[in-house]
């Protein structure tokens, strides 16, 4: 069964340092969105990304994130600055379509910030 | 009801058993609905969705029921087995105005007891 494929499991940056999310979306699927689960709460929406142009963001997802789908498989997530609070798990999501259509979640990235 | 931190709502049933999680959402005019297993250490995984127009659907061992007229969603569990045992989320979206990200609920732990 296809599945969305996340890269690294674990990143553990410097607070100050750029950090770069990889994410290998399911390969027919054409919406593509990142959340994040800081521990012991609620997954919380960043963003939703549709034919190469941010489509809908959270207030979460401020000037220091930004994504990009660089080539026709990989969907990244880029933190410029990362603060102590970014610390969390990061996960890419798919589907074949916007409305009323299910989103398939990788495995997602452990991000921890020292 | 509701929980703070690392503390989740939990349910415990022995196997073999029946199980009904439930959620109350929080958007009215939300017309799609989710649910979300989530082992330890891996991604929300999709087990079952339901649309707005229905109020019941079933898949293989499970059950969605959605009430609108009071905002809640069950997911019924069948003869559950060990492997059914996770934390379990419901996600609510409104499909209209080009909203595309998710809101999760915030988990039940359900532990099946051998």
């Known amino acids: 069964e296809p599945e969305v494929t996340q890269t690294p499991s674990h990143q553990v940056t410097q607070m100050g340092q750029e950090v770069i999310l990889r994410c290998v979306p399911i390969?027919?699927?054409?919406?593509f969105y990142w959340y994040r689960q800081i521990l012991g709460q609620k997954v919380e929406f960043l963003v939703s990304f549709y034919n190469n142009e941010i489509s809908e963001k959270s207030e979460i997802f401020d000037d220091q994130f930004s994504v990009e789908r660089p080539d026709g498989s990989n969907f990244t997530l880029k933190i410029r600055s990362t603060k102590l609070e970014d610390s969390a798990m990061y996960f890419c999501?798919?589907?074949?379509?916007?409305?009323?259509?299910?989103?398939?979640f990788g495995d997602g990235t452990r991000l921890s910030i020292l | 009801g509701e929980s703070v931190g690392l503390h989740l709502p939990t349910l415990s049933v022995q196997e073999g058993d029946n199980s009904i999680i439930n959620c109350a959402y929080s958007?009215?005019?939300?017309?799609?609905f989710i649910w979300y297993k989530q082992e330890s250490g891996k991604g929300p995984q999709f087990i079952i969705d339901?649309?707005?127009?229905?109020d019941k659907r079933q898949g293989q061992r499970v059950t969605v029921l959605l009430n609108k007229t009071v905002k809640h969603l069950s997911l019924q569990i069948a003869a559950t087995q060990p492997g059914d045992s996770a934390v379990y989320f419901c996600?609510?979206?409104?499909?209209?105005?080009?909203?595309?990200?998710?809101?999760f609920g915030k988990g039940t732990h359900l532990i099946i007891q051998p």
């Open positions: 996600a609510e979206k409104y499909s209209g105005g080009g909203a595309d990200g998710l809101t």
């Open positions: 958007n009215s005019a939300s017309d799609y």
């Open positions: 999501a798919s589907s074949w379509g916007q409305s009323n259509q299910p989103q398939h």
């Open positions: 390969s027919n699927h054409l919406y």
């Open positions: 339901i649309r707005s127009n229905m």
